[in-house]
C-alpha cells in the first residue's frame, strides 16, 4: 500500500513547496517517476497549462522525471500506452479544476485502474483541491450545487478544499446532508500525508485543518497528527 497526500488548493504556486518535498520524499527520491493527471483543468481547456505549471513545479523542487499523463476524456482514460505510464509511476498528482467532470472521467477507466495497481505497490497519490475532494467517498461539487460519489481511496469521508475562505460556508450544508460523514477542511497552501498504514495524518504548510465530525470541530496545525 502507498500514500495519500491531500492538498487545499493553489498548488504550483510555489506555496506547497513542504507538502509536496515530503509526497517526492515518500515516493522515492527525486529521480522517481512524476506524473500529473490534469483531467480537472480540462473542461475548459486549461490542462495544457495547469500540466506545464506542475512540471516546471515539481522540476523547481528537484524532481528529474516528471511528465504530464493527458487523461483530459473517457477515451484518453482508457488509452492503454496512458495506462501503462500511470501504472509504473512512484507519483501521481492530480491537480485542481472541475472536480465533477474528473471523477466520471476517471471512474472505472483503465487510467484509474493503473493508478490504483500502482498505489498498491507502493506509489504515492496527491490530490490538490478537486483532485483531492475526489479521492474521498463524497464529494461537494459548486458547479452542479450537489452531493456526488467519488473515487472512495478515504470512505465516510469528504473534503472541504480552500478552507476558510468561500467554501468555509459549505460545512452547515454537508454536515446536514451526509450525516455521520467527516469533513476534512484544508486551507489552501496546507497538505495533510498518511502514514502508508494507520491512516494517521500529518498536517504540513501554512494553514490549518479542520475536522468536522460527530457534532465537534477539531483543529489541526503545521506538524500535528490526527486519525480519521
Not at 467519488?150 to 465516510?156: K, M
Not at 459549505?170 to 502508508?196: F, H, R, S
Request: glycine letters at 12%; a neutral charge; one cysteine or more.
Amino acid at each position: 500500500m502507498g500514500f495519500l497526500v491531500l492538498e487545499g488548493g493553489a498548488e504550483f504556486g510555489g506555496l506547497m513547496s513542504e507538502p509536496d518535498r515530503l509526497a517526492l520524499d515518500r515516493a522515492g527520491g527525486r529521480d522517481v517517476s512524476v506524473r500529473i493527471l490534469p483531467t480537472a483543468a480540462a473542461p475548459d481547456s486549461n490542462h495544457a497549462r495547469a500540466g506545464a505549471n506542475g512540471t516546471r513545479w515539481f522540476r523547481s523542487l528537484g524532481a528529474t522525471n516528471v511528465a504530464v499523463v493527458n487523461v483530459i476524456d473517457r477515451a484518453s482514460a482508457n488509452d492503454s500506452a496512458l495506462a501503462r505510464e500511470l501504472r509504473s509511476a512512484k507519483l501521481i498528482y492530480l491537480l485542481g479544476g472541475f472536480p465533477a467532470y474528473t471523477a466520471q472521467t476517471l471512474a472505472n477507466s483503465l487510467a484509474w485502474q493503473a493508478a490504483l495497481d500502482a498505489y498498491n505497490e507502493g506509489a504515492v497519490i496527491a490530490g490538490s483541491s478537486a483532485g483531492a475532494m475526489i479521492l474521498c467517498e463524497h464529494f461537494y461539487d459548486p458547479y452542479e450545487g450537489k452531493f456526488l460519489n467519488g473515487l472512495n481511496l478515504l470512505p465516510n469521508t469528504c473534503v472541504i478544499p480552500h478552507h476558510k475562505s468561500a467554501p468555509h460556508s459549505w460545512a452547515n450544508k454537508l454536515l446536514q446532508q451526509l450525516p455521520g460523514v467527516t469533513l476534512i477542511g484544508i486551507a489552501e497552501q496546507t497538505g495533510v500525508l498518511d502514514d502508508g498504514s494507520s491512516r494517521a495524518w500529518t498536517v504540513h504548510g501554512r494553514g490549518e485543518v479542520s475536522l468536522y465530525h460527530g457534532g465537534t470541530i477539531q483543529r489541526f496545525k503545521r506538524g500535528e497528527t490526527f486519525s480519521l
